[in-house]
T-cell receptor, first 115, second 110 residues
Framework: DVKVTQSSRYLVKRTGEKVFLECVQD?????MFWYRQDPGLGLRLIYF???????EKGDIPEGYSVSREKKERFSLILESASTNQTSMYLC??????????????FGPGTRLTVT | KNEVEQSPQNLTAQEGEFITINCSYS?????LHWLQQHPGGGIVSLFM???GKKKHGRLIATINIQEKHSSLHITASHPRDSAVYIC????????????FGAGTRLAVHP
């Protein structure tokens, strides 16, 4: 059974703090994603990684960075948290490469509140 | 216009009713996903479709590639089906990018 785990379910941080969100998958997937989910906006892609040390910006990368030093771990970093980054953050990993289509597996989510 | 549109946005049903959620997309896809998210919970993949129809228990998903449309049906709905249902288009080529619909919030009352 594929497992995608996230370091925290709930997190409260102050404006200006540096925040690390960790995601680990145990299925040797090459592709990993960070999304944020906001009411009425659905899931939006922040960053994704298709290999160790490789990363690509998604649709809303501003204010975020990522790190992928090991295949199983993909970290999302908020360099200086702001209140508009209060959101639910979801990590996902995906089968592939190889022939599509690919199955996507989600972590449980981290609800981040920035005060 | 969003590349993946879902309807309706909200849906209320009585237990036992047949439910349909629709998804239209405007991009080329290799697959379409239907996902389920319970309140406070993570997201679970229900179906991944590239053609035709799939069934799992009371859930049925169909896709019409020519019309760029997919539907999720729930037969004999139950309160435990209450959740947000999300369709996501797996974009052809590129780096396995998914484009998500905004979700349909379903509430099934006893």
């Amino acid at each position: 059974d594929v497992k995608v785990t996230q370091s925290s379910r709930y997190l409260v941080k102050r404006t200006g703090e540096k925040v690390f969100l960790e995601c680990v998958q145990d299925m040797d997937h090459e592709n990993m994603f960070w999304y944020r989910q906001d009411p009425g906006l659905g899931l939006r892609l922040i960053y994704f990684s298709y290999d160790v040390k490789m990363k690509e910006k998604g649709d809303i990368p501003e204010g975020y960075s990522v790190s992928r030093e090991k295949k199983e771990r993909f970290s999302l970093i908020l360099e200086s948290a702001s209140t508009n980054q209060t959101s639910m953050y979801l990590c996902a990993s995906i089968t592939g490469p190889g022939q599509p289509p690919y199955e996507q597996y989600f972590g449980p989510g981290t609800r981040l509140t920035v005060t | 216009k969003n590349e993946v549109e879902q309807s309706p946005q909200n849906l209320t049903a009585q237990e036992g009713e047949f439910i349909t959620i629709n998804c239209s997309y405007s991009v080329g896809i290799s697959a379409l996903h239907w996902l389920q998210q319970h309140p406070g919970g993570g997201i679970v993949s229900l179906f991944m479709l590239s053609s035709g129809k799939k069934k799992h228990g009371r859930l049925i998903a169909t896709i019409n590639i020519q019309e760029k449309h997919s539907s999720l049906h729930i037969t004999a709905s139950h309160p435990r089906d209450s959740a947000v249902y999300i369709c996501a288009a797996h974009v052809s080529g590129g780096y396995n990018k998914l484009i998500f619909g905004a979700g349909t919030r379903l509430a099934v009352h006893p």
